[in-house]
């Protein structure tokens, strides 16, 4: 029998969803953090989707939004030129970091004691968050906004990607580009994979991976529309991926072919990501909402039932609803 996709929605948000981020998996489950044109950034439970709350302080879009690992901590890039620092428990924020033009993207070190940022003045700027009265360490060379920028290989090395149609790593130390993708348009969306260090990269309609350390690619997979966000299963037997059609795909990893796809959104899709443990993953949107969904339709996770009620199934039937117990989960 088929499964059928039920995805759990994440109302609250009034503008459309840029960005996400899942935490690691803590003691107290798994944390989901999103960002918003809003301007109110919002904390949910990773494997539910509950709201916990919401970051109040930005005066402009929210275009960027992280969490660390253990989730004590939250960072956001906004419109209003800068980029603040919050207490991921409290809800309190700790730090304000004023920039020179728009930031779009935040990323902490594994320790949680450096930032990472970047945005519309092409600056890439690195915060140490134990001496915050102290200026950032600047790194120049890209020539338009940024829009992505990432740590990586254990935090020695940084990932940036700009509307200069480039992708450039860089050392952390020396602030020199060690490698540089060229593209023939701006890149969309940049996702690093530490286990086993690769890096998804969309632009067009096309899904790359690359190894992350080298630069050398690993494959391409071509989606049926312009493709804004993608995301790799952590076991890398799946990708995710939507984009303008409003639609999530899943892909083989290894055959590259096409598993499925769900329309539930009512608008395009601008970010996906997978949760930590595998199972389910997030999409946020054009319409205002997150919706998350299960890698394996038809499992009992977190407010999915599978159920077989009698009434659901007829003698012609070849379908079982897996049904969400709260299929909205409001702010």
């Given at each position: 029998?088929?499964?059928?996709?039920?995805?759990?929605?994440?109302?609250?948000?009034?503008?459309?969803?840029?960005?996400?981020?899942?935490?690691?998996?803590?003691?107290?489950?798994?944390f989901?953090?999103?960002?918003?044109?809003?301007?109110?950034?919002?904390?949910?439970?990773?494997?539910?989707?509950?709201w916990i709350?919401?970051?109040?302080?930005h005066?402009?879009?929210?275009?960027?939004a992280?969490?660390?690992n253990?989730?004590?901590?939250?960072?956001?890039?906004?419109?209003?030129?800068?980029?603040k620092?919050?207490?991921?428990?409290?809800?309190?924020?700790?730090?304000t970091?004023?920039?020179?033009h728009?930031?779009?993207?935040?990323?902490?070190?594994?320790?949680?004691?450096?930032l990472?940022?970047?945005?519309?003045?092409?600056?890439?700027?690195?915060?140490?968050?134990?001496?915050?009265?102290?200026?950032?360490?600047?790194?120049?060379?890209?020539?338009s906004?940024?829009?992505?920028?990432?740590?990586?290989?254990?935090?020695?090395?940084?990932?940036?990607a700009?509307?200069?149609?480039?992708v450039?790593?860089?050392?952390?130390?020396?602030?020199?580009?060690?490698?540089q993708?060229?593209?023939?348009?701006?890149v969309?969306?940049?996702?690093?994979?530490?286990?086993?260090?690769?890096?998804?990269?969309?632009?067009?309609?096309?899904?790359?991976?690359?190894?992350?350390?080298?630069?050398?690619?690993?494959?391409?997979?071509?989606?049926?529309?312009s493709?804004?966000?993608?995301?790799?299963?952590?076991?890398?037997?799946?990708?995710?991926?939507?984009?303008?059609?409003?639609?999530?795909?899943?892909f083989?990893?290894?055959?590259?072919?096409?598993?499925?796809?769900?329309?539930?959104?009512?608008?395009?899709?601008?970010c996906?990501?997978?949760?930590?443990?595998?199972?389910?993953?997030?999409?946020?949107?054009?319409?205002?909402?997150?919706?998350?969904?299960?890698?394996?339709v038809?499992?009992?996770?977190?407010l999915?039932?599978?159920?077989?009620?009698?009434?659901?199934?007829?003698e012609n039937?070849?379908?079982?609803?897996?049904?969400?117990?709260?299929?909205?989960?409001k702010?």
């Amino acid at each position: 029998m088929a499964m059928r996709q039920t995805p759990l929605t994440c109302s609250g948000h009034t503008r459309p969803v840029v960005d996400l981020a899942f935490s690691g998996i803590t003691p107290y489950g798994y944390f989901l953090i999103s960002a918003c044109k809003d301007g109110k950034p919002m904390l949910r439970q990773g494997d539910t989707g509950d709201w916990i709350g919401t970051f109040l302080g930005h005066k402009g879009a929210v275009w960027g939004a992280t969490l660390n690992n253990e989730a004590t901590k939250a960072a956001t890039a906004a419109a209003d030129f800068t980029a603040k620092v919050w207490d991921a428990v409290t809800g309190d924020e700790v730090l304000t970091l004023a920039h020179k033009h728009i930031v779009k993207s935040v990323n902490f070190t594994q320790d949680s004691s450096c930032l990472l940022t970047g945005g519309n003045d092409k600056i890439i700027r690195i915060y140490d968050l134990n001496k915050p009265e102290e200026e950032p360490q600047e790194i120049t060379g890209h020539t338009s906004a940024i829009k992505k920028a990432l740590w990586c290989n254990n935090d020695t090395q940084i990932l940036s990607a700009a509307d200069d149609k480039t992708v450039l790593l860089w050392d952390r130390n020396s602030t020199e580009v060690v490698k540089q993708l060229s593209f023939d348009m701006s890149v969309s969306s940049m996702e690093y994979i530490p286990d086993g260090e690769v890096l998804v990269i969309t632009y067009g309609k096309t899904i790359a991976f690359y190894n992350a350390l080298s630069l050398d690619m690993i494959k391409t997979v071509d989606a049926p529309a312009s493709i804004h966000s993608a995301s790799l299963h952590p076991d890398k037997d799946f990708f995710v991926a939507g984009g303008d059609d409003f639609k999530l795909y899943k892909f083989d990893y290894g055959t590259k072919e096409e598993l499925e796809s769900y329309k539930g959104h009512f608008g395009p899709v601008h970010c996906v990501r997978f949760s930590p443990d595998g199972e389910l993953y997030a999409s946020g949107s054009e319409d205002g909402t997150l919706r998350l969904w299960q890698t394996a339709v038809g499992k009992t996770y977190g407010l999915w039932k599978c159920v077989l009620p009698e009434e659901l199934v007829s003698e012609n039937s070849d379908t079982i609803y897996c049904t969400p117990a709260a299929p909205e989960i409001k702010a």
